[in-house]
């Protein structure tokens, strides 16, 4: 089974307009961490901002935050007044305590639009 | 502070040929991973070093693939023989335990023909 989904293969936005790129994940262990990176077409994984299960609080990282609702077991990436640079490939991704290694969805590809 | 460093960035080869992959992690780093990147897709580790133990390798194809990481520093992916299916962005990433963030290098883009 799928553990993340990103049901957005691509999106199109104004430049200055917020953008909100969906994920959902599946777990069955109470305590784990999610994850998003940027990908441009350098190719390199940009780390963005992370979010553990028990943090109380949504993460927010300059323009990026996280809109984190644990019950729908959801962990949208917001990104506020968008810039031609935001243009990439972005993916979030899950760290189960148990399992350790990153599994990662299949990345949504956000095009910024002058 | 120095990033990732991977070499190559690119390498073209023919099937059934080997090809070996570079990794040298952020300094201080103990845990090391190689992910896989095919076109369209997240990455998928393959294996997982904690200092020169392996960790994870339950994805990595022990026929064709090996790694190591002798000194617990840099590391090295192979692939012999490979395959056509073996086209894609080879990643290396660090982190400074197993629970912390993953810092990611360039990647090698791995063309077979």
């Known amino acids: 089974a799928q553990k993340i989904t990103q049901t957005q293969p691509g999106m199109f936005v104004q430049e200055k307009e917020a953008v909100t790129l969906d994920c959902t994940y599946d777990t069955s262990d109470p305590s784990y961490g999610l994850f998003w990176y940027k990908q441009p077409s350098s190719g390199e994984m940009i780390f963005l901002i992370y979010q553990g299960s028990y943090d109380q609080q949504n993460a927010t990282e300059g323009r990026y935050s996280l809109n984190f609702q644990k019950a729908r077991k959801s962990a949208n990436l917001v990104i506020s007044a968008s810039q031609l640079g935001d243009s990439a490939m972005y993916f979030c991704?899950?760290?189960?305590?148990?399992?350790?290694?990153?599994?990662f969805g299949q990345g949504t590809r956000l095009t910024i639009n002058p | 502070e120095a990033g990732v460093a991977q070499s190559p960035r690119y390498k073209i080869i023919e099937k059934r040929q080997s090809v070996a992959f570079w990794c040298n992690p952020i300094?201080?780093?103990?845990?090391l991973y190689w992910y896989q990147q095919i076109l369209g897709q997240g990455p998928k580790l393959l294996i997982q070093?904690?200092?020169?133990?392996?960790?994870?390798d339950s994805q990595l194809p022990k026929d064709r693939f090996s790694a190591e990481r002798l000194k617990g520093v840099d590391s090295t992916l192979k692939i012999q023989p490979a395959k056509l299916e073996d086209s894609a962005v080879y990643l290396c990433?660090?982190?400074?335990?197993?629970?912390?963030?993953?810092?990611f290098g360039p990647g090698t883009r791995l063309t077979v023909l």
């Open positions: 070093f904690q200092n020169n133990g392996v960790v994870d």
């Open positions: 300094s201080g780093h103990a845990t």
């Open positions: 990433a660090s982190s400074s335990q197993r629970r912390d963030t993953q810092y």
């Open positions: 991704a899950m760290r189960e305590e148990g399992a350790q290694k990153l599994v």
